[in-house]
């Protein structure tokens, strides 16, 4: 018997590293996801599959129930052992699932491409703490850290504005469909960008002015969240490039990349990398495709 759990991805649009610190964030999850598929198998081991979308497997290895009690080999950093931690932080939240088993087959089915950075691992934790019976907000702070802004992205099926309150997250569905979606598009940038460097690097610039930068950033979300034209969106979301690139010290994606773009470049979460929004009157691709950017989905190809 098969049992199967499934998780949306996600996209940080506006707060990317102040939601860290309480900001409040827009947040869309995507029409693609993962699928984590359970069966029941022997040995005390667990059989792991990983296939990307394409049908071919980017991960394979055995884990012993052993190495999950115990955490075996937690020093190292690999894709196992990483599988590994998040198995083990789920055992000490619920044992049963070890407990109770004789061991399993699992599979995991990416419906993205595993480099556009739209949740490999946000997706696969929500996945498991749905197995396991577990709290994945509880499974994110005990394993990865993070804001969880994308595991409620993987549990609601509508865009969400989302921040923390003493450290819990704090979900709100939003019905955001504007009437400019066709205006919009979503741009890869051909490069995966390492969250956790992203984040390091945000602490280490983080300024004195938090609080009014928080502020300001919950000014600008709801900005975007309210415009009714399109050029009241471009406007919101060009100060909200502005506004981080002040706190993070660093050029805009537009300013270094594509300067002579006519709209809007906004880059999305962790800065340099994955997917940038592109707000443009006129279809872009024919701008991004002759720079060498080949993947650009419209706002109805990506979000639910």
């Known amino acids: ?14 707060g990317e590293y102040l939601v860290l610190d309480g900001a409040k964030a827009l947040a869309l999850p995507t029409k693609f996801g993962q699928n984590l598929i359970i069966e029941n198998s022997s040995d005390k081991k667990i059989q792991w599959k990983s296939y990307n979308v394409d049908g071919k497997i980017w991960f394979e290895d055995i884990i012993s129930f052993d190495e999950i009690i115990n955490n075996i080999n937690a020093a190292t950093e690999s894709v196992k ?28 089915e990416l419906t993205f491409p595993k480099n556009w950075g739209l949740g490999t691992s946000s997706t696969l934790l929500n996945n498991i703490a749905q197995w396991t019976q577990i709290d994945a907000f509880t499974l994110l702070k005990n394993s990865f850290g993070g804001s969880g802004y994308d595991i409620a992205c993987a549990q609601n099926d509508t865009p969400i504005i989302y921040h923390l309150e003493n450290n819990l997250p704090i979900v ?97 979460g962790a800065w340099g990398g994955d997917f940038v929004m592109v707000v443009s009157k006129e279809n872009p691709k024919a701008y991004f495709n002759s720079r060498g950017y080949e993947t650009i989905l419209t706002y109805d190809e990506m979000i639910l």
């Open 1 to 14: 018997m098969k049992t199967t759990f499934y998780s949306n991805g996600k996209l940080l649009i506006t």
């Open 81 to 108: 052992t990483t599988l590994v931690t998040i198995l083990h932080e789920a055992y000490l939240l619920n044992p049963v699932f070890i407990e109770n088993a004789n061991g399993y087959k699992v599979t995991t």
């Open 172 to 268: 709100e569905p939003i019905n955001f469909y504007p009437d400019y979606t066709q205006n919009i598009y979503f741009v890869y940038l051909n490069k995966k960008q390492s969250s956790k460097r992203a984040i390091n690097a945000y602490y280490n610039n983080k300024n004195n002015h938090l609080a009014k930068n928080i502020i300001d950033n919950n000014r600008i979300t709801n900005a975007v969240i309210e415009a009714k034209t399109i050029r009241e969106f471009a406007h919101a979301l060009e100060n909200h490039e502005i506004h981080l690139s002040d706190i993070l010290e660093v050029q805009t994606i537009k300013e270094k990349t594509f300067p002579d773009f006519n709209g809007v470049v906004k880059s999305l």
